[in-house]
């Protein structure tokens, strides 16, 4: 297995623009979790999925931020309007809930804003 | 929600000595205690975890102790290796039915050839 793929794996964009993360899970995994890492504010937990629902949104910093997951091998996380301070590496993980709670994270998408 | 702390938050050892972190949690209906580690530049992996019914466990050179009295776990790490420098993430489990870890701040381990 190729592990959870994430594109792009750099982002730079100018404050104001839409920016789409997107992640592909293990086959086979049925929860998804997006987190966002800064060194201010560490490794945040953004919003996970179990099968395809969403589960948990409540670290969604706001309404700029919304993640869908259309199906069991695919999700996304937009922002929409970008802002600086949204600079961070986004991680995407999964995990398969009913054999472990391992998370296995891709590796990652490093967003710029200026 | 669940509170979770980690100390020391920078930890520098020989090489071949051993490493210790602790990560003290809030939740008392905490069940799942994992342990990730993250070279610079990569992604978080797994590298031990534990349930609350089993007080320690061991993988090579590698160790997690509970304490659920006390709300509190460890990371050991006997005879350490310059690839062992990495930041350590502590992530315990509020309960099974929800899988929201809760990473701690971190520790920056860094081991002196």
Known sequence: ?114 | GENVEQHPSTLSVQEGDSAVIKCTYSDSASNYFPWYKQELGKRPQLIIDIRSNVGEKKDQRIAVTLNKTAKHFSLHITETQPEDSAVYFCAPLPNFGNEKLTFGTGTRLTIIP
């Open chain 1, 1 to 114: 297995d190729a592990g959870v793929i994430q594109s792009p794996r750099h982002e730079v964009t100018e404050m104001g623009q839409e920016v789409t993360l997107r992640c592909k899970p293990i086959s086979g995994h049925n929860s998804l979790f997006w987190y966002r890492q800064t060194m201010m504010r560490g490794l945040e937990l953004l919003i996970y999925f179990n099968n395809n629902v969403p589960i948990d949104d409540s670290g969604m910093p706001e309404d700029r931020f919304s993640a869908k997951m259309p199906n069991a091998s695919f999700s996304t996380l937009k922002i929409q309007p970008s802002e600086p301070r949204d600079s961070a590496v986004y991680f995407c993980a999964s995990s398969f809930d009913t054999a472990s709670y391992e998370q296995y994270f891709g590796p990652g998408t490093r967003l710029t804003v200026t």
